[in-house]
């Protein structure tokens, strides 16, 4: 089994999505990639501008070869998007994909502009898209509706996803943030030995209280339980959850790591720093407006 990330929030931008190869099988998981609009009352510095980039072209890149693809939920930094904003990656920069098998969160447990979403790339592609939780077909197996964080909270639900290969079993669980126990131990009940999840959000810990302490204890089951975990994304949108993430991985055995260490780069926490890059390297006025329109370019931030 070969697993690639190509895309997260310790590469510069908003994603989680990788690419796993096995046998005769390219199965490419949640292909998409975004930016928050506003992080300390500031736009994207261009640095994640061109990091997002970055990742929407390896992204494209991956669907040549590609047999199957996963969508968890319709978050636009998980899937192509009827284009929303020039950070994501618009379904017309899609190549053909006749013969390419989907796999999809159904529209049960989801917001109304989630359903909108996949409306829209349903119609993109021209056929409906699938339900396919709880589905397990030739190696892939999908869970049933787990939440999007804490549940309860109405956050919707993701659908985590299972593919293996010989001894090897790796479990991309989505969204699910360690909030949820009984998400974990259904991860748990299917004996992986990779896991990639997001970790809690911890720069959003005045709305989700329980994003330390109760996703700490979670995380270290899975840590304790798995040979290797990979967390990422919402826990990186701030330095503290790298520092999470450090002392988890001081706690256990088992390698536990985020998305760039797990493919042997150095950790780029943009969005985090934010406010830092603004201040180091100052944003001419006008820029956003100039880059959406195509009459300024990156080449300057993409060194």
């Known amino acids: 089994m070969e697993i690639d990330i190509l895309g997260c929030e310790s590469f510069g931008a908003r994603s989680l999505a990788c690419a796993v190869k096995t046998g005769e099988k390219k199965i490419l998981i949640d292909p998409g990639v975004a930016l928050a609009r506003l992080r300390y009352g500031l736009l994207p510095h261009p640095l994640e501008v061109a990091a997002a980039l970055r990742i929407r072209k390896k992204i494209l890149a991956e669907f040549k070869g590609t047999t199957d693809i996963v969508i968890s939920h319709y978050h636009g930094d998980h899937m192509p998007m009827k284009a929303e904003d020039p950070y994501q990656l618009p379904v017309e920069a899609l190549p053909p994909l006749k013969g390419v098998r989907f796999w999809c969160k159904g529209p049960g447990r989801i917001s109304g502009l989630s359903a909108r979403r996949r409306e829209e790339f349903s119609r993109f592609l021209g056929y409906s898209l699938p339900a396919s939780e709880g589905i397990s077909s030739n190696g892939i197996s999908f869970s049933a509706p787990v939440p999007h964080g804490t549940r309860d909270k109405g956050f919707g639900t993701v659908m985590m996803s299972r593919i293996s290969e010989g001894d090897e079993v790796f479990v991309h669980s989505s969204d699910i943030q360690l909030l949820d126990r009984e998400a974990v131990l259904e991860i748990l009940a299917w004996k992986p030995t990779v ?84 201040e180091k390297l100052p944003v001419p006025p006008g820029w956003h407006e100039a880059y959406a329109k195509g009459e300024i370019g990156l080449d300057e931030y993409l060194l």
Not at 240 to 269: F, I, S
């Open 195 to 278: 896991v990639f999840a997001s970790g809690p959000p911890l720069y959003l810990s005045h709305h989700v209280p329980e994003a330390s302490k109760d996703a700490f204890e979670n995380a270290l089951l899975l840590a304790e339980n798995v040979d290797t975990l990979i967390l990422d994304h919402h826990l990186l949108r701030s330095l503290e959850g790298y520092r999470w993430l450090k002392e988890l991985a001081g706690k256990v055995e088992n390698t536990v790591l985020c998305a760039a260490e797990y493919m042997k780069k150095k950790p780029e926490l943009l969005e985090a720093q934010r406010k830092i890059l603004y």
